[in-house]
């Protein structure tokens, strides 16, 4: 951003610096230039009027799938990463469940190398634990961390050998790296393809338990208790998953975990015809589930909020709810869904609220969170937390627009987004009035 950026009478929501007040701010150069009351806007700046609008960092999201590789029909790292800067993330953390997967030298290069030439938005690679995500031999984790990569994860294919498991937390912890776990017992899921309940029995679909969740979660901490590993769980759905979650953290373990916009929102309940948008892994729960969730972001048992974007062909979600692929996208819907079900609502404050999204997920994979303050390169979204929009799947930035939240209408969206200081997503049409002169979005 080689212009200046002078954004006027802002809420500056800053988590890591403990900072909720507002203020100007002055972006020049892609750095932070000024910070604070009553500054002057000067000769070329491009302005906002940020009266009413929050300014937070960029968003960090540590479970996105760009897919690319041998996957790129449904996402490659340029559309994701766009989808991402539209949702107000700067920072995206790659799962490695790929076609190949990210387990060896020679594919995480090739990895590299698209994300140099395509990413808009930070991304951080995930490799796997185990080569061909098999469960028996672990990936040169040492060796891969020092290339790169952020965490570790079989995602979709739990390492259901625990002396496997135990051997890749003593190896991660020799690589300074977190495992990230997709809690599922394979045998007790058999084959089901939603949550066990009255929703199931009524569609004549097979379900997916409880304890195909829980018993994972908990055989697990028992693994990191035995090795001093540290364990990050992904997408928790569950009450009694919370519960083990809790008790770990009470034990000093180093456990964390997070749970996703949809699990928050949505329940089994919602499922009322074969719409393959509303079948993930691990699948919608009850209403009392949706609420331990919420509960346990409040009270910090799960630590952040994370999307599991995970895209797919409109063909593929075409088959039979039984037959079709689990995942929905979610990087442009994050912040409206949990503003609504969080702020609007006071279980948080905004700065409660932000650190979901940006401070704590960047602690949990091993990053320094960002602190908006002079010389810092801007990585930052601007928000209206009270803009009421309706979002169209199919007018996203995602090349895939399986989504349970097609045509709902929201409240709060990400206006603007720059990512290691360059303008990555603007939206233009609801920035005009507030905006004197033009930002240039970066190409890539």
């Not at 709810?321 to 819907?333: H, M, N, Q, R, S």
């Not at 929009?389 to 989504?403: F, L, R, V």
Request: charged letters at 20%.
């Amino acid at each position: 951003m080689q212009q200046s950026l002078f954004i006027k009478s802002v809420l500056v929501v800053d988590p890591a610096n403990k900072k909720q007040e507002v203020m100007d701010v002055r972006i020049k150069d892609g750095l932070i230039a000024g910070c604070g009351a009553n500054l002057k806007a000067e000769d070329g700046d491009c302005q906002i009027d940020g009266k009413n609008l929050w300014l937070t960092p960029g968003f960090v999201d540590i479970h996105t799938h760009l897919r690319d590789l041998g996957q790129s029909d449904k996402e490659d790292i340029q559309t994701g990463t766009k989808s991402a800067a539209a949702g107000g993330y700067t920072k995206v953390l790659a799962m490695a469940n790929t076609d190949p997967p990210i387990d060896s030298a020679p594919i995480l290069t090739l990895l590299l190398k698209k994300i140099e030439e395509q990413a808009c938005v930070k991304v951080y690679p995930v490799a796997t634990v185990t080569k061909g995500m098999s469960g028996e031999e672990l990936t040169p984790m040492v060796d891969l961390a020092r290339m790169g990569v952020q965490a570790f994860s079989d995602d979709g294919m739990p390492v259901s050998n625990l002396g496997v498991l135990r051997r890749a937390f003593e190896h991660a912890k020799l690589a300074g790296r977190t495992i990230i776990s997709h809690a599922e017992d394979h045998d007790l899921t058999a084959g089901g393809c939603m949550h066990e309940g009255p929703q199931a029995t009524a569609l004549g679909l097979p379900g997916i338990p409880y304890a195909s969740e829980a018993a994972c979660v908990a055989r697990e901490i028992e693994v990191v208790r035995q090795t001093g590993g540290t364990l990050h769980f992904g997408h928790i759905s569950t009450a009694i998953s919370v519960d083990l979650i809790a008790q770990a953290k009470k034990q000093g373990l180093k456990v964390t975990a997070d749970t996703t916009p949809h699990h928050l929102t949505l329940s089994a309940d919602d499922i009322k015809e074969y719409d393959t948008s509303f079948k993930m892994n691990p699948p919608l729960r009850t209403e009392a589930d949706q609420k331990a969730l919420v509960e346990a972001l409040v009270n910090g048992t799960l630590d952040a909020i994370a999307t599991d974007h995970a895209p797919h062909t409109k063909m593929e979600k075409s088959l039979p709810f039984d037959k079709a692929p689990f995942g929905v996208i979610g990087l442009e819907t994050a912040l409206p869904l949990t503003l609504e079900k969080l702020v609007k609502t006071k279980r948080l404050t905004p700065l409660q609220f932000i650190s979901l999204f940006t401070d704590k997920p960047s602690t949990i994979i091993g990053i320094s969170p960002y602190i908006l303050k002079p010389g810092e390169q801007a990585d930052l979204a601007l928000i209206d937390p009270e803009l009421s929009w309706q979002y169209d799947a199919s007018k996203g930035m995602s090349k895939s627009c399986n989504s349970p939240f097609h045509l709902r209408n929201m409240t709060g969206k990400v206006l603007l987004t720059i990512a290691q200081g360059k303008v990555a997503y603007q939206d233009e049409l609801n920035l005009s009035s507030r905006i004197s002169g033009k930002l240039q979005t970066a190409t890539k």
